[in-house]
């Protein structure tokens, strides 16, 4: 496996959303990456991969040098370049969290052999005992994500049994995902909860609930992102009065690349190929 291949992310997960679109856009570039950051108009930051934590020592350096004004978070479904000899957390991994806002680790069973199941992770290591450590240390900053899989969590008894095993293990976060662009795979979490929500497109696709000091967000997809879904007549008004210039977007929102690259949005290999077309003058 070459390089590239090998630092993008070390699990083959079925609902990954970037199966099909952009890959590596070569080695990270640290500097680049630090000044697009700091010079974006944004003020939430979030890394994310593939794998970020593949490069942990990058990472690291990364946040260091983000501008203090700005929040930062990490996704990650806790890779072993976490380690230590010892198998344990590493003190980068330590003084990592130290500097973040927030940490998203992804995490999809009701235990270890579970999740790495789902995730085809390469590595076998315990995935569960670094939560554990990681949701006592930082109980604020530490939240876990479940995604709803089908043949994996796809029935209310196996995302109940997964957040009770999260909580007893002292995470006090927990978002719960709907997947996108995977309608074979796809698991309405209306349906398994037996609860009704307006149109997550109209209204909203976050709902947060509370569960003594346990929270949850559930994130539902919309039929922009998933197929099998159809629109509903407040979407259509919506998309109307977006048309119409009645619906403004005052957030700011950018995507930096490996190479230091920024975009107002994400970009496809579709949109990867029409630009090489263009560069080549065809």
């Not at 450590?133 to 089908?150: E, G, Q, S, T």
């Not at 008894?157 to 006090?172: A, H, Q, S, T």
């Not at 930096?256 to 990867?272: F, L, P």
Request: net charge neutral; aromatic share 6%; proline share 3%.
């Amino acid at each position: 496996m070459d390089e590239k291949k090998k630092k993008k992310c070390d699990n083959n997960c079925s609902f990954c959303i970037e199966k099909n679109g952009m890959h590596s856009l070569g080695e990270t570039d640290s500097e680049k990456i630090i000044s697009s950051i700091n010079s974006a108009d944004v003020t939430d930051i979030l890394l994310l991969g593939g794998e970020p934590l593949l490069e942990l020592p990058k990472v690291v350096n990364i946040v260091e040098n983000i501008d203090p004004n700005k929040k930062v978070y990490l996704t990650t479904s806790l890779p072993n370049t976490v380690l230590n000899d010892d198998n344990d957390m590493s003190m980068n991994m330590l003084y990592l969290m130290d500097m973040l806002d927030g940490l998203n680790i992804s995490f999809h069973g009701g235990n270890d052999e579970e999740n790495i199941n789902t995730l085809q992770a390469s590595s076998k290591h315990s995935r569960l005992k670094l939560i554990n450590r990681l949701a006592n240390l930082y109980p604020d900053k530490v939240r876990v994500c479940i995604n709803l899989v089908k043949g994996h969590i796809d029935n209310e008894y196996k995302l109940l049994d997964v957040i009770d095993m999260l909580y007893k293990n002292g995470v006090r976060k927990i978002k719960v995902n709907e997947l996108q662009h995977t309608p074979e795979l796809y698991v309405s979490i209306e349906k398994i909860l037996n609860r009704k929500w307006k149109s997550p497109y109209a209204y909203g696709c976050q709902t947060i609930a509370y569960e003594g000091d346990l929270e949850i967000t559930y994130k539902r997809s919309c039929f922009i992102v998933e197929p099998s879904l159809n629109p509903s007549i407040a979407d259509f008004i919506k998309i109307i009065i977006k048309k119409l210039g009645f619906v403004k977007n005052n957030g700011k929102f950018c995507v930096c690349y490996e190479n230091g690259m920024v975009s107002n949005q994400w970009i496809t290999r579709v949109d990867k190929n029409k630009k090489e077309m263009k560069l080549n003058g065809k």
